[in-house]
Each structure stands twice: as C-alpha cells, then as structure tokens.
C-alpha cells in the first residue's frame, strides 16, 4: 500500500492522524486464518476453538488471528483447504491418507492432493455406534435392515461407514432407511425413533453421543470381526479402539471397535511461519490445551508429532518440532 496518503493524512489530523496510520498499517499488518472443524456437538469444532483460543492469546505478538468454520467434516476440509478457502483442518487420519494419495470415492476424481501437509495428531477417535434399546441391534451385522444414519456426504463418519460396508459387502439398499442426517441432528432422530441406530467416527466424551444416551434409552454396539481385523491390518491409518464403560447412560461394560485419530493439517501454500506460531501455540501451552476437553486428556506430545500422520510435515511445524527437540 502506497503510505504516501497516510502520510498527508497524518499531516492533516495531526497526532489523531498518526494513530490512525498507525492503526491501518496495524490491521494491514494482521494475518487472519480460519481453521475447518465439524459439527457443533462434536469434537472437532472445540479442538479449533482450543487451537485458535491458543493462538489469539498472544496475537499481539505475532500478529495472526484465528477463527473457527463449523463444517461438513474432514471431506469436506480437506476440498476446501485444497481450493484455498480455509488455512487449516482437523481430519480423520483415514481421509488425510486418502487425499494426499488421490484414493477413494471422495479424491480419486481429483486426483493426489500433493500440497497437503500435516501439522500433528490429536484424539483418537472410535468409530461408535449408538442404537436404541428397543432395536434389537447387538452386533454391527444387526443394523442391516435397520433405519441407520450413515452420516452426511462429505463427513468423516460417512467415510468410515462406506469402508466397513465395502469390507462387508453392504450397500446402502441393505437399510430399510440410510439417513444422511449431520452429527449435530442424529442424536433427536434417535430419541424420536426416526432411525434406529447412528454411527459417529468420534473422541469420547461426545456431546452428541451424550445427548442421545441421557435423552433415552440407547445402548453402545461393538464394532468387531474378521472384516474389521482385515482393515486394521491392512491400513496404517486404523487401529482397535475401546470405549470405556460407564462413560455413557446404558453402557456398563467396555466396548470394543475400532478407529481413527483426529489430524491437524494444512496446505503448502499457508506461510511457514503461520504454521509455526499455530503449532509453537499449542505446544507452548501444553497443559492449558489438554484441559480444553476431555478427549484431550491423555495427549502426549511424542504421539502428536508422530503418530497417524501420512501427509508430509509442514515446514513451519517441523520447525518448531526440532527446536522442541521433539524431533
């Protein structure tokens, strides 16, 4: 910007005139980025709330502020970070895997999303499954011919069910009803039996899944097999999960499944030292990030730059890893 004008300005208003220099240079000099999450209920949407509260606290220092987009999910993160309309995302670590190969129903019509870059792993996430206790549901195998909510296109519980339904052998024509409700309204069509059972690829504890166990009368089903032993082997992205009992109203005993972990990804095209300061946020303020939500409370800082994580690092958080020495 030609500060020519400014300077005129300044000359005219005298020291008001300054302050207001002072204060569009100021605002020039902000960097603004917007994180993709998920559904309000979810878990996603406070892991950006957490990571952007982090970052804004010293913003007066380095000048970015940081705001969070409720989404559609990781799907949909990723499509947007890759058109440039979001900085960042939390994705599952199946559908960070997925983009940068250009594999799967979702990318391979666009192809390897060579930019994408990792920036650390967060929760695990099990793929659960709520049903209502009057459904008869006990196993996975039960929901065919069941009123199921598959999930919206484009969110990461989609994603997972149409994987597990492939390794089954499923279609969508094996439900008496495959409902595409978002996360944030499965819970009340559950208690209003409109479906008979959900699925959500999620942290534990969920608000959602919260909601639908205290609003009635709903039961936790395992999500076990040779299928989904075959699925763990052959991905690296998946891992056998457990959801304890006595988390949720209904379920007394452990649960087993399997899962995901939530990611933390950017694009190559985002500033190395945006990606810096956004990760140096978080890990400076370690402590402060794990009390932001249960599904935190178990984070290791090792795991994080490690574990789940298929896309290339950033720059700008490799950076701060080996000054860290976490790397």
Same mark, same amino acid.
């Given at each position: 910007? &030609?500060?020519?004008?400014?300077?005129?300005?300044?000359? #005219?208003?005298?020291?008001?005139?300054?302050?207001?220099?002072?204060?569009?240079?100021?605002?020039?000099?902000? /960097?603004?980025?917007?994180?993709?999450?998920?559904? !309000? $209920?979810?878990?996603?949407?406070?892991?950006?709330?957490?990571?952007?509260?982090?970052?804004?606290?010293?913003? +007066?220092? %380095?000048?970015?502020?940081?705001?969070?987009?409720? $989404?559609?999910?990781?799907?949909?993160?990723?499509?947007?970070?890759?058109?440039?309309?979001?900085?960042?995302?939390?994705?599952?670590?199946?559908?960070?895997?997925?983009?940068? /190969?250009?594999?799967?129903? =979702?990318?391979?019509?666009?192809?390897? *999303?060579?930019?994408?870059?990792?920036?650390?792993?967060? %929760?695990?996430?099990?793929?659960?499954?709520?049903?209502?206790?009057?459904?008869?549901?006990?196993?996975?195998?039960? #929901? /065919?011919? @069941?009123?199921?909510?598959?999930?919206?296109?484009?969110?990461?519980?989609?994603?997972?069910?149409?994987?597990?339904?492939?390794?089954?052998?499923?279609?969508? &024509?094996?439900?008496?009803?495959?409902?595409?409700?978002?996360?944030?309204?499965?819970?009340?069509?559950?208690?209003?039996?409109?479906?008979?059972?959900?699925?959500?690829?999620?942290? %534990?504890?969920?608000?959602?899944?919260?909601?639908?166990?205290?609003?009635?009368?709903? @039961?936790?089903?395992?999500? $076990?097999?040779?299928?989904?032993?075959?699925?763990?082997?052959?991905?690296?992205?998946?891992?056998?999960? !457990?959801?304890?009992?006595?988390?949720?109203?209904?379920?007394? =005993?452990?649960?087993?499944?399997?899962?995901? @972990?939530?990611?933390?990804?950017?694009?190559?095209? !985002?500033?190395?030292?945006?990606?810096?300061?956004?990760?140096?946020?978080?890990?400076?303020?370690?402590?402060?990030? /794990?009390?932001? %939500?249960?599904?935190?409370?178990?984070?290791?800082?090792? &795991?994080?730059?490690?574990?789940?994580?298929?896309?290339?690092?950033?720059?700008?958080?490799? @950076? *701060?890893? +080996?000054?860290?020495?976490?790397?």
């Amino acid at each position: 910007m &030609d500060v020519r004008p400014i300077g005129r300005l300044a000359l #005219l208003l005298g020291a008001g005139g300054i302050l207001l220099a002072a204060g569009i240079a100021a605002a020039q000099e902000q /960097k603004f980025i917007t994180i993709g999450t998920g559904g !309000v $209920t979810g878990v996603y949407y406070p892991t950006g709330g957490a990571i952007c509260r982090l970052v804004n606290k010293d913003r +007066k220092e %380095h000048g970015i502020r940081c705001s969070v987009e409720s $989404t559609g999910g990781s799907v949909y993160n990723v499509n947007t970070i890759r058109q440039g309309e979001l900085d960042m995302g939390v994705v599952q670590s199946d559908v960070q895997y997925k983009a940068l /190969k250009g594999e799967g129903e =979702e990318f391979e019509s666009q192809g390897p *999303y060579e930019d994408l870059r990792a920036v650390f792993s967060v %929760h695990a996430e099990p793929f659960t499954v709520v049903a209502r206790a009057d459904s008869g549901i006990e196993t996975f195998d039960d #929901l /065919k011919g @069941k009123r199921v909510n598959v999930g919206n296109p484009g969110s990461g519980q989609r994603s997972t069910m149409e994987v597990l339904m492939d390794a089954k052998g499923w279609t969508m &024509d094996d439900f008496a009803l495959a409902s595409e409700l978002k996360s944030a309204e499965q819970a009340q069509a559950l208690c209003d039996n409109k479906i008979d059972a959900m699925v959500f690829t999620v942290g %534990h504890p969920s608000g959602s899944i919260q909601e639908a166990t205290t609003t009635c009368d709903t @039961k936790l089903i395992p999500v $076990t097999g040779p299928e989904v032993d075959q699925l763990v082997k052959d991905n690296p992205y998946y891992a056998k999960a !457990v959801i304890p009992g006595g988390m949720y109203t209904g379920t007394d =005993e452990d649960v087993e499944t399997f899962g995901v @972990k939530a990611t933390f990804v950017s694009s190559a095209q !985002v500033p190395d030292e945006v990606v810096y300061e956004v990760t140096k946020a978080v890990f400076e303020n370690f402590e402060d990030f /794990k009390k932001l %939500h249960p599904a935190f409370a178990n984070l290791q800082k090792e &795991d994080m730059v490690t574990q789940a994580l298929s896309a290339p690092l950033h720059p700008g958080a490799e @950076k *701060y890893y +080996k000054e860290a020495g976490l790397m």
